[in-house]
């Protein structure tokens, strides 16, 4: 009377019958999500040891292995290289990945992309460029050619052009702080030290640095204050300085 679980018995048999009935096949391996994996890896690597050990387990990988195998490694061994400023392996190893058959188009796009990353890590804006605009061109542009087409307009002189990519971005998707890193980095380079400061505030609201925000957006007031600024992006600051100074409190009571 007083039982709350089933009986041994009765469990075991419930389980039997959500079992399903004949062999069972393991689901096809994923090759961009391997890809994605091992990208991440080299991102979070604690030190150059572990990036040399990504670099050697890509030359290792015999041709013969399958995609499964090959296109993770020979990713994971191109950034890493990368990461260890040997470019010259680097473009070896992405020669390498760049030859493989590739029938799913999102490994095709995201070998094309790690193209266009050590592009700009070598200065070529045109490059890089051209690989972020090989973009679907039906719909807005994604994110990663966004940030590559606007990096790469960046690196070539054009601040122009990547602030106005960045803006737009950032008005639909206000919590991307790479963007809004990206678009501090082209206002200053337009000489738009307000606004330059106002975005690195707002990458780090998007980081939940609260703190860091409102010490740059201080500093927005301060250089507002001193130097004469446009009415409304100073009144968008402070505005954003009494938002933040809320969260700020709100995170302080928390602890």
């Known amino acids: 009377y007083l039982r709350t679980h089933p009986l041994t018995t009765e469990r075991i048999s419930d389980m039997r019958a959500r079992v ?12 961009l999500h391997a890809v994605m994996a091992a990208r991440a890896r080299v991102l979070s690597a604690g030190g150059v040891d ?13 041709a013969e292995a399958p995609l499964a195998r090959q ?8 950034l890493a290289a990368q990461r260890l400023r040997d470019r010259a392996k680097a473009e070896r190893l ?9 029938t799913d188009p999102r490994i095709s796009r995201a070998v094309r992309l790690l193209a266009g990353e050590m592009a700009l890590v070598a200065g070529d804006a045109t ?32 601040p122009a052009e990547a602030a106005s990519r960045l803006q737009t971005w950032v008005a639909t998707h206000p919590s991307d702080a790479t963007a809004w890193q990206l678009l501090a980095q082209a206002q200053g380079a337009r000489g738009q030290a307000l606004a330059a400061l106002r975005s690195e505030a707002e990458s780090r609201v998007a980081m939940l640095d609260y703190p860091a925000a409102l010490d740059r957006l ?10 004469g600024a446009d009415h409304i992006e100073a009144s968008i600051v402070d505005a954003r300085a009494r938002q933040v100074d809320l969260l700020v409190r709100e995170q302080a009571a928390e602890r």
Do not use: C, F, N
């Open 50 to 62: 572990t990036l040399q050990a990504l670099v050697r387990e890509a030359d290792i990988t015999p």
């Open 71 to 78: 296109a993770p490694a020979l990713y994971a061994g191109t």
């Open 218 to 227: 201080r500093a927005a007031q301060e250089l507002a204050r001193r130097a």
């Open 127 to 158: 490059r890089a460029a051209a690989a972020a605009g090989m973009a679907p061109a039906s719909g807005p542009m994604p994110r990663p050619e966004l940030l590559l087409t606007a990096h790469a307009a960046l690196v070539g002189g054009q």
């Open 20 to 31: 399903p009935i004949g062999p069972t096949t393991a689901a096809p391996a994923d090759v």
């Open 94 to 102: 992405l020669g390498r990945l760049a030859s493989l058959p590739k």
